[in-house]
């Protein structure tokens, strides 16, 4: 059974840091491609940072230089190190995981790409 699970999420005030994991059972993450997206009251879920198999990274502009997105193959755990947070940085923060096929044959930060989810972690920020 695949599952994924989150861990980490908290309230801090603006300028502190958190660090995610996600936990996963039932496969390898390191032959997938791994995110992590976010969630705020009223938006849609976006994905904010990847990495896929081979350890290349994507990030979403709004985190970038921010927020670093790693993986842990040999304990199948991803993270996700928050710093220099902002208020805007609050919301249910979800990790994810898509498989490599004809129809996406690269690592995306689209939701409906990936197939498996965690059940989300929340993240406060205070100013």
């Known amino acids: 059974q695949v599952e994924l699970a989150e861990s980490g999420g908290g309230s801090v005030q603006s300028g502190g840091s958190l660090r995610l994991s996600c936990a996963a059972s039932?496969?390898?993450?390191?032959?997938?491609?791994m995110g992590w997206f976010r969630q705020t009251p009223g938006k849609e879920r976006e994905g904010i940072a990847n990495?896929?198999?081979?350890?290349?990274?994507t990030y979403a502009s709004s985190v970038k230089g921010r927020f670093t997105i790693s993986k842990d193959s040999a304990k199948n755990i991803l993270f996700l190190q928050m710093n220099n947070l902002e208020p805007e940085d609050t919301g249910v923060y979800y990790c994810?995981?898509?498989?490599?096929?004809?129809?996406?044959?690269?690592?995306?930060?689209?939701?409906?790409?990936?197939?498996?989810w965690g059940q989300g972690t929340q993240v406060t920020v205070s100013s």
């Open positions: 990495i896929d198999a081979e350890g290349h990274t």
């Open positions: 039932g496969y390898t993450i390191g032959r997938y491609c």
């Open positions: 994810a995981a898509h498989d490599f096929s004809s129809t996406v044959p690269i690592c995306t930060l689209i939701t409906p790409d990936f197939t498996d």
